[in-house]
Structures are given as structure tokens and as C-alpha cells.
């Protein structure tokens, strides 16, 4: 440690490739942060994105949750002749991401775009959504309407000018329907 205060403090000039060295380092580091940073802020749109349209499928079947919250709870049941059948509707996930995230199709893929080079994709979209039991004994207790989702994100990822491996992480995500009356 002294030696190395002692180059610091040289008057003869010895000192500046350590500057030099310390400023490159912490230059790296700081493109490393922004890098991750950069990252977590697409994979945090993207689910915002997907959660919005998961919450928006959910949504879209009110009209068949109807009959359920009549009663007190809330399931996907219609009256078909003298029972009752189940009604959910999965939607059309895609279509709204790609409305609102601005993708486009291109393969098995839904890709943006920034210029001409690919910002990010989403693919292996997986929606389950779990209907309430018609008239459960417990209510209290009983399975709510909710919709599960997957997908995946992969972002391609380039650092120093070097292309590395794509950044590819599951996004998962879950939205419930709750009657507000």
C-alpha cells in the first residue's frame, strides 16, 4: 500500500498510466451497469406489457362471469338449456402485445424492432386460465377465476462491440378476476 501511495505521489509523471488503468476500469464497470440496467428495463416492459393484456383477457370475460357474481362468487358459467356450461375466453394475447409493444410478426417469433436491428422477441406464449367452481360449498375458499401466463423474452445482447449470447428469461405472470360489487 505504501508503494503504491508512493507512485501516486511521484512528481516525475509515474502515476498516469495508474490514472489511466483506474479510469478504463471504472469506465467498464459503468458500461456493465448501464448494460443490466438496460436489461431490466426491457424485461420490466415487457411484462407490464404482457400483465396488462393477461389482466385484459381476464377482463374481457366479465360477461361470462356475470352469472357467477349474481350469485356471490365469480366463474365462467352460462346457462345452456336446463344447466349451466363453462364459458372462458382466451383472447388474443398476441394481437394486443403487438399493438401495444408496436411487434411484429416475423416467423414463429413477435419481434421489435429499434431501426434495423432486433431489439427483443417474445415467443412460447402459454395462457391457462382457472375457472371457478360452479356453486362451491365454501365460497370463502373456494378456487377464484384466474389466468396463469408464460412467455418468453429473449433480448440479444452485445457488449464492447462483441455479440454475446442473447439474454433469454421466462416471464411469468397471473391475473385474477375480482368482483367489485
Known amino acids: 500500500m505504501k508503494k503504491i ?5 511521484n512528481k516525475r509523471g509515474a502515476s498516469f498510466p ?12 459503468l458500461c456493465c451497469i448501464t448494460e443490466y440496467m438496460w436489461l431490466n428495463i426491457i424485461a420490466q416492459g415487457v411484462r407490464d406489457a404482457v400483465q396488462s393484456a393477461i389482466i385484459s383477457t381476464v377482463t374481457d370475460n366479465y360477461s361470462e362471469v356475470y352469472h357467477g357474481v349474481r350469485e356471490g362468487y365469480a366463474a365462467g358459467y352460462q346457462p345452456f338449456g336446463g344447466s349451466w356450461e363453462q364459458s372462458v375466453s382466451y383472447g ?6 403487438d399493438r401495444t409493444l408496436g411487434l411484429e410478426r416475423n416467423g414463429g417469433y413477435h ?3 429499434a ?4 431489439e427483443f422477441k ?25 389466468a396463469d401466463a408464460t412467455i418468453r423474452l429473449e433480448v440479444p445482447v452485445s457488449f464492447a462491440g462483441k455479440i454475446l449470447p442473447p439474454m433469454r428469461i421466462n416471464l411469468k405472470l397471473q391475473a385474477r378476476y375480482m368482483s367489485v360489487f
Request: aromatic share 10%; proline share 5%; glycine share 4%.
Open 18 to 29: 495508474l490514472t489511466v488503468a483506474i479510469a478504463l476500469v471504472l469506465l467498464m464497470l
Open 122 to 146: 417474445l415467443y412460447d406464449l402459454w395462457v391457462n386460465v382457472r375457472n371457478a367452481p360452479l356453486a362451491p360449498s365454501d365460497p370463502a375458499n373456494a378456487q377464484r377465476f384466474i
Open 5 to 9: 501511495n508512493g507512485i501516486i505521489r
Open 92 to 97: 388474443d394475447i398476441y394481437a394486443q402485445l
Open 115 to 118: 431501426g434495423e436491428a432486433v
Open 111 to 113: 419481434v421489435k424492432y
